[in-house]
């Protein structure tokens, strides 16, 4: 069974302050995304990284994908309130055979004004 | 395009009644997911069809549970009967045979 451990599971930031977000395993993905969920809604990607060592910048968001595909990172600068959510990573089985992912439990991140 | 589209939104009801969860996938996609979501345990995947047909029901707690795809616009989850432990919300979620998968808005779902 494959397993994302997401760290740290809270954070509570102020507005303005940088942070970083992990997606951990001990398996190999064919590729990993970043979802953002915000309260009442369901979960809407942020983006995929497919290639070891990828890194891919939106706006203030810069996400890392490890270089041996087993974990990311989520990156982001000057922090704002808008940004507020339960950001979720999911992982894509290593042999395509399939769309399932494998979703983390997620980082739920406030940015306080 | 109007997105994937779950009914009801919220749902309160006894413990042992049946529960019907609908969802609606974006036209055009093959592949539809059901999710449960807790605090405890995060989303987990409960069912996968593709192209109408269920592929992977490893996820479905137990023989309460249940789901059907009677067409490429259409499917059902049924919970019968339900208990207080199957509280949380439920997630419909379709693609187009990607890797990016669309949510819907979730049904909030309170068994009392």
């Known amino acids: 069974t494959q397993l994302l451990e997401q760290s740290p599971q809270f954070l509570s930031i102020q507005e303005g302050e940088n942070l970083t977000v992990y997606c951990n395993s001990s398996s190999v993905f064919s590729s990993l995304q970043w979802y953002r969920q915000e309260p009442g809604e369901g979960p809407v990607l942020l983006v995929t990284?497919?290639?070891?060592?990828e890194v891919k910048k939106l706006k203030r968001l810069t996400f890392q994908f490890g270089d041996a595909r087993k974990d990311s990172s989520l990156h982001i600068t000057a922090a704002q309130t808008g940004d507020t959510g339960l950001y979720l990573c999911?992982?894509?089985?290593?042999?395509?055979?399939?769309?399932?992912?494998?979703f983390g439990k997620g980082t739920l991140l406030t940015v306080n004004p | 395009d109007a997105g994937v589209i779950q009914s009801p939104r919220h749902e309160v009801t006894e413990m042992g009644q049946e529960v019907t969860l609908r969802c609606k996938p974006i036209s055009g996609h093959n592949s539809l997911f059901w999710y449960r979501q807790t605090m405890m345990r995060g989303l987990e995947l409960l069912i996968y069809f593709n192209n109408n047909v269920p592929i992977d029901d490893s996820g479905m707690p137990e023989d309460r549970f249940s789901a059907k795809m009677p067409n490429a616009s259409f499917s059902t989850l049924k919970i019968q009967p339900s208990e207080p432990r199957d509280s949380a919300v439920y997630f419909c979620?379709?693609?187009?045979?990607?890797?990016?998968?669309?949510f819907g808005p979730g049904t909030r779902l309170t068994v009392l």
């Open positions: 990284v497919v290639t070891g060592g």
């Open positions: 999911a992982g894509g089985p290593p042999s395509r055979s399939n769309y399932k992912l494998t």
């Open positions: 979620a379709s693609t187009p045979n990607s890797d990016t998968q669309y």
